[in-house]
């Protein structure tokens, strides 16, 4: 098993947005997401590919979550 997706999300409602940090094989990771949709219809989560980190992403650690408003 391949673990490099992560769960994106963004709210319907305010328009915040995140992404996860534990990294998921595809077929548990849409799993997830299906239950999250269907779980929380106000907030679409979505499965993506994970990215190395970035220079900023390592300092700040693995137990940050970051927010984007759009």
């Known amino acids: 098993m391949n673990k490099s997706y992560v769960i994106q999300w963004k709210s319907k409602v305010n328009g915040r947005a995140g992404r996860g940090t534990k990294l998921f ?4 990771a849409e799993k997830l997401v299906e239950e999250l949709n269907r779980e929380y219809p106000q907030i679409h ?3 993506v590919t994970a990215k190395p980190q970035s220079k900023t992403e ?3 650690g693995e137990n940050s979550l970051a927010f984007s408003a759009a």
């Open 25 to 28: 094989d595809r077929a548990e």
């Open 45 to 47: 989560h979505e499965i």
């Open 58 to 60: 390592e300092t700040l």
